[in-house]
Nanobody
Framework: QVQLVESGGGLVQAGGSLSLSCAAS??????????MGWFRQAPGKEREFIGT????????QYADSVKGRFTISRDNAKNTVYLQMNNLKPEDTAVYFC???????????????????WGQGTQVTVSS
């Protein structure tokens, strides 16, 4: 009912920047004011919350590990959410996922369980 497609991953040197996009499509979007989230998963590790943004974009939360370096924004006319990543570090290397929340409570939006639809992920590799 909802499809999410991430793009923009790649290889970057430490200290560099990358911008990810996540385009949403599907009938469930019509009339919905859905929050979106970004997560990442490194090999052998659990999926990690990066940040979440509400429909109007005026309530954004970030994980401490990325605060001040990453910025989430959205363009509802394009059904797209963005993740701008600056001052990247080798420990930021992971597969990055976007997710959309339609049915769960707002209190769950900092956890993977709070989201109902996920993108396929895009690889971000930061070299030292």
């Amino acid at each position: 009912q909802v499809q999410l497609v991430e793009s923009g991953g790649g290889l970057v040197q430490a200290g560099g920047s990358l911008s990810l996009s996540c385009a949403a499509s599907g009938r469930l979007l019509v009339g919905s004011r859905y929050p979106m989230g970004w997560f990442r998963q490194a090999p052998g590790k659990e999926r990690e919350f990066i940040g979440t943004i509400n429909w109007t974009g005026d309530n954004i939360q970030y994980a401490d590990s990325v605060k001040g370096r990453f910025t989430i924004s959205r363009d509802n006319a394009k059904n797209t959410v963005y993740l701008q990543m600056n001052n990247l570090k080798p420990e930021d290397t992971a597969v990055y996922f976007c997710a959309a929340a339609f049915f769960g409570p707002p209190s769950m939006l900092t956890t993977a369980r709070g989201y109902d639809y996920w993108g396929q992920g895009t690889q971000v590799t930061v070299s030292s």
